[in-house]
C-alpha cells in the first residue's frame, strides 16, 4: 500500500548541495506537512508513495531555497533613489533624511512585501533582514509565506521609530516576545555598525544576545573610511574594537568584510564568525571587493547578501553568486578559485549555517524543511547544458526560476507564458503599492529639492 504525502516533485535534475557535488539525474523530493520525507529515483517516488499533489519538472533542476544572507527589504521603495555616491554622501544625505521622512509601519509593510515578491521571484525562500518596525516586516513576510530572519535594529541616534539605544533595544524585544512563536519568523540583534553604535550598547546587545539566544547581525569594515575613522577616535580598527567587547562568536555575522586582512580573517575563523559578502553592492558603492578567497581559505563561514535595494538596486542572489565567483577569480589571479558548487553552498548552506538554521534549511535533505527552488533549463540560452551545476551560477539568472516552495507550499510560479503568480497576493495588490510610494518619494525628492 502506497503511503500517502501532500507533494512529489519530480525533476531532470535534483542538487541537494548535502552532500557536496552531488547531482542526482531523474529524482524526486517526496513532502509531507513541511518537512521532506524522502528524496529517491523518480520510479521509486511514484510506487511507494501517493500524493495529493504531484509537479513534474521534466527539464529543471531543483535546488535548496536560496538564502539572502543581508538585506535591508523595505529600502526596496527606495530603489535607486540616489546613484553614484559613496557609503558616507548616500546615507547622510540622501538615505537618512529620506528615512527621517517617509519610514513608518507602513512603508516597512509595504516595501517588506515588494521584496518578498521580488525576493521569491528569484528563488530566494529565506532573508537576514536589518530594519525598523520588525512587526510590521514580520507581517508582510508572513502574508508573503517568505522565511525571515529579522533584525533588531540598534543605532545612537533618534529615529520615528526609537529614540536612543535603549528604546531600539525595548521595542525591538518587544516584537520579539509577541512573534516568536511565528514558524516563519527568527530574530538577532542588529547593531547597525562600529561608527553608529557606541561600546556599552555593543556590550548590553553581547548580553542579552546571549541571554534571550539570539544571534548578532552587523556591518563592518565596509569603506576604508570606517577604518580611518575607527583608528581615529578609538585607536583600533572596527573588528578589534569588537573584539575587545567580547561581541565574536559563531552567531555573530558580519555584513561586507570589504577591507580585512589576513589576521583578521584569521581571527573570524577562530571565533566561527560568518561573513555576508554582498559583491553587488560593494561594487556600486565603491566600496572595494572583499577578499572572499582568502577567508574561504581560513575556513570562514560565507554566505551571500544583497545589501538593500536602495544601494544595489537588485535582490538577485543569482547576480550576487555569479559576481563571487568571478570577482575572487580575478582578484587572486586564480581560476580554480570558488567553483560553481561553492557560490552554491554560500547562497544555501553557509546562509542557513551563519543563522543557526542549518539543521532545517539550506539542502535537500530528509527532515528538513521543504524549502525548494526549481530552475527552468528549457530557454535557448540556457542550451547546450553539460554541467547543469555550472549553469546555475554561470547561466542562468532569476528569470529561469519557475516555482519557489516554502515549507512545502508553493509560494511562487511562473506559468509558461502567462503572468507569475504569488500565494500571497495579488498583481493589482503589488501594482498599488508601487504606485503609492512611487508618489510619496517623488514628492519628498520634489521637496529636497528645493530647499
Same mark, same amino acid.
Given at each position: 500500500?502506497?503511503?500517502?504525502?501532500n507533494?512529489?516533485?519530480?525533476?531532470?535534475?535534483?542538487y541537494p548541495?548535502?552532500?557536496?557535488h552531488?547531482?542526482?539525474q531523474?529524482h524526486?523530493?517526496?513532502?509531507n506537512?513541511?518537512?521532506?520525507?524522502?528524496?529517491?529515483p523518480?520510479t521509486d517516488?511514484l510506487t511507494?508513495?501517493?500524493?495529493d499533489e504531484?509537479?513534474?519538472?521534466?527539464?529543471?533542476?531543483?535546488?535548496?531555497?536560496?538564502?539572502?544572507?543581508?538585506?535591508?527589504a523595505a529600502?526596496?521603495?527606495m530603489?535607486?533613489?540616489?546613484?553614484?555616491l559613496?557609503?558616507?554622501?548616500?546615507?547622510?544625505?540622501?538615505?537618512w533624511?529620506?528615512?527621517a521622512?517617509l519610514?513608518?509601519p507602513?512603508?516597512?509593510h509595504?516595501?517588506?512585501?515588494l521584496a518578498?515578491?521580488?525576493?521569491?521571484?528569484?528563488?530566494?525562500?529565506t532573508?537576514?533582514?536589518?530594519y525598523?518596525y520588525p512587526?510590521?516586516?514580520?507581517?508582510?513576510?508572513?502574508?508573503?509565506?517568505v522565511?525571515a530572519?529579522?533584525?533588531?535594529v540598534?543605532?545612537?541616534?533618534p529615529?520615528?521609530?526609537a529614540?536612543d539605544?535603549?528604546?531600539?533595544?525595548?521595542?525591538g524585544?518587544?516584537?520579539?516576545?509577541? #512573534?516568536k512563536? %511565528?514558524?516563519?519568523i @527568527?530574530?538577532s540583534f542588529a !547593531?547597525? =555598525?562600529?561608527?553608529?553604535? *557606541?561600546?556599552?550598547?555593543?556590550?548590553r546587545?553581547?548580553?542579552?544576545a546571549?541571554q534571550v539566544n539570539i544571534?548578532?547581525?552587523?556591518?563592518?569594515h565596509?569603506t576604508?573610511?570606517?577604518?580611518?575613522?575607527?583608528?581615529?577616535?578609538?585607536?583600533?580598527?572596527?573588528l578589534?574594537r569588537?573584539?575587545n567587547?567580547?561581541?565574536?562568536?559563531?552567531?555573530?555575522?558580519?555584513?561586507?568584510?570589504?577591507?580585512m586582512?589576513?589576521v583578521?580573517?584569521q #581571527?573570524?575563523? %577562530?571565533?566561527?564568525? @560568518?561573513?555576508?559578502h554582498? !559583491?553587488? =553592492?560593494?561594487?556600486?558603492? *565603491?566600496?572595494?571587493?572583499?577578499?572572499?578567497?582568502?577567508?574561504?581559505?581560513y575556513?570562514?563561514?560565507?554566505?551571500l547578501?544583497t545589501?538593500?535595494?536602495?544601494?544595489?538596486?537588485?535582490?538577485?542572489?543569482?547576480t550576487?553568486m555569479?559576481l563571487?565567483?568571478?570577482?575572487?577569480k580575478?582578484?587572486?589571479?586564480?581560476?580554480?578559485?570558488?567553483?560553481?558548487?561553492?557560490?552554491i553552498e554560500?547562497a544555501?548552506?553557509n546562509?542557513?549555517?551563519? #543563522?543557526g538554521l542549518d539543521?532545517?534549511?539550506?539542502?535537500?535533505?530528509?527532515g528538513?524543511?521543504?524549502?525548494?527552488? *526549481?530552475?527552468?533549463?528549457?530557454?535557448l540560452?540556457m542550451?547546450?547544458?553539460?554541467?547543469?551545476?555550472?549553469?546555475l551560477?554561470?547561466?542562468?539568472?532569476?528569470?529561469?526560476?519557475?516555482?519557489?516552495?516554502?515549507?512545502g507550499e508553493?509560494?511562487?510560479?511562473?506559468?509558461?507564458?502567462s503572468?507569475?503568480v504569488?500565494?500571497?497576493i495579488e498583481?493589482?495588490?503589488?501594482?498599488?503599492?508601487?504606485a503609492?510610494?512611487?508618489s510619496?518619494?517623488?514628492?519628498?525628492k520634489?521637496?529636497?529639492?528645493?530647499?
Amino acid at each position: 500500500m502506497k503511503q500517502h504525502v501532500n507533494l512529489i516533485i519530480t525533476a531532470r535534475w535534483v542538487y541537494p548541495v548535502v552532500p557536496s557535488h552531488q547531482l542526482l539525474q531523474d529524482h524526486a523530493v517526496v513532502v509531507n506537512g513541511d518537512t521532506i520525507l524522502d528524496i529517491c529515483p523518480v520510479t521509486d517516488a511514484l510506487t511507494h508513495y501517493q500524493a495529493d499533489e504531484t509537479v513534474h519538472l521534466k527539464n529543471h533542476v531543483l535546488m535548496p531555497g536560496l538564502i539572502n544572507l543581508h538585506a535591508h527589504a523595505a529600502m526596496t521603495l527606495m530603489r535607486g533613489l540616489a546613484d553614484g555616491l559613496a557609503l558616507q554622501a548616500w546615507l547622510q544625505e540622501h538615505i537618512w533624511p529620506a528615512e527621517a521622512k517617509l519610514v513608518s509601519p507602513e512603508f516597512v509593510h509595504d516595501g517588506t512585501v515588494l521584496a518578498c515578491a521580488e525576493m521569491l521571484s528569484g528563488g530566494v525562500t529565506t532573508f537576514n533582514d536589518m530594519y525598523f518596525y520588525p512587526a510590521a516586516a514580520a507581517a508582510a513576510s508572513i502574508k508573503m509565506g517568505v522565511r525571515a530572519n529579522l533584525g533588531l535594529v540598534v543605532i545612537e541616534f533618534p529615529t520615528q521609530y526609537a529614540t536612543d539605544a535603549g528604546d531600539y533595544i525595548k521595542k525591538g524585544l518587544d516584537a520579539r516576545d509577541q #512573534l516568536k512563536s %511565528e514558524p516563519l519568523i @527568527s530574530f538577532s540583534f542588529a !547593531p547597525h =555598525a562600529p561608527y553608529t553604535v *557606541a561600546d556599552d550598547t555593543f556590550q548590553r546587545i553581547a548580553t542579552l544576545a546571549n541571554q534571550v539566544n539570539i544571534s548578532i547581525h552587523t556591518h563592518l569594515h565596509e569603506t576604508k573610511h570606517e577604518i580611518d575613522e575607527s583608528e581615529d577616535q578609538f585607536g583600533l580598527r572596527p573588528l578589534a574594537r569588537l573584539a575587545n567587547l567580547d561581541l565574536l562568536g559563531p552567531t555573530v555575522t558580519f555584513a561586507h568584510c570589504v577591507h580585512m586582512d589576513q589576521v583578521e580573517m584569521q #581571527l573570524l575563523a %577562530e571565533q566561527g564568525c @560568518s561573513i555576508a559578502h554582498c !559583491p553587488s =553592492a560593494n561594487l556600486k558603492l *565603491a566600496s572595494g571587493i572583499a577578499p572572499i578567497a582568502q577567508a574561504i581559505k581560513y575556513n570562514v563561514n560565507v554566505g551571500l547578501g544583497t545589501d538593500g535595494a536602495a544601494g544595489n538596486n537588485r535582490q538577485d542572489i543569482f547576480t550576487e553568486m555569479r559576481l563571487a565567483a568571478l570577482l575572487a577569480k580575478a582578484v587572486s589571479d586564480d581560476a580554480t578559485v570558488i567553483p560553481a558548487h561553492q557560490a552554491i553552498e554560500m547562497a544555501t548552506i553557509n546562509g542557513a549555517k551563519a #543563522l543557526g538554521l542549518d539543521d532545517k534549511i539550506g539542502s535537500i535533505e530528509k527532515g528538513k524543511l521543504a524549502d525548494l527552488t *526549481a530552475v527552468q533549463f528549457s530557454d535557448l540560452e540556457m542550451q547546450p547544458c553539460f554541467d547543469p551545476i555550472s549553469h546555475l551560477v554561470y547561466v542562468a539568472g532569476r528569470e529561469h526560476v519557475s516555482h519557489t516552495w516554502v515549507a512545502g507550499e508553493l509560494r511562487y510560479h511562473q506559468p509558461i507564458d502567462s503572468a507569475a503568480v504569488y500565494s500571497g497576493i495579488e498583481p493589482r495588490e503589488l501594482t498599488a503599492i508601487v504606485a503609492k510610494w512611487q508618489s510619496r518619494v517623488t514628492e519628498f525628492k520634489s521637496l529636497e529639492h528645493l530647499r
